[in-house]
């Protein structure tokens, strides 16, 4: 599957921004799908992800702010992001697999391009 990651963007501290991943292909319903980040000079690191069966998982730093959702009819999963920090800045990639939701990037087989997300304080 090939995916395409979009919504980044610079936002002020408390504010909000919504990513969205779409996902080429008719099998997106089979694939479980996550939310990595990257800030410089850090490890790409677990966000949030969403099994084919609509499980969901958060990273502890980002409950209760963001949500994870995806719309199986459109290929695309969303990461609705409140309340940001500049904490939050990263590039943010979604990535792909048939194997379950781990917190690991090495599960993942299929990832998006990354967008950047810029939190001014």
């Known amino acids: 599957v090939q995916l395409q990651a979009s919504g980044g963007g610079l936002v002020q501290a408390g504010g909000s921004l919504r990513l969205s991943c779409k996902a080429s292909?008719?099998?997106?319903?089979?694939?479980?799908m996550a939310w990595f980040r990257q800030a410089p000079g850090n490890e790409r690191e677990f966000v949030a992800g969403?099994?084919?069966?609509?499980?969901?998982y958060y990273a502890d730093s980002v409950k209760g702010r963001f949500t994870i959702s995806r719309n199986n009819a459109k290929t695309i999963v969303y990461l609705q992001m409140d309340g940001l920090t500049p904490g939050d800045t990263a590039v943010y990639y979604c990535?792909?697999?048939?194997?379950?939701?781990?917190?690991?990037?090495?599960?993942?087989?299929?990832w998006g391009q990354g967008t950047q997300v810029t939190v001014s304080s």
């Open positions: 292909g008719r099998t997106f319903r089979w694939y479980d």
């Open positions: 969403i099994s084919r069966d609509t499980d969901i």
């Open positions: 990535a792909a697999d048939r194997s379950g939701v781990y917190d690991s990037a090495q599960s993942y087989g299929s």
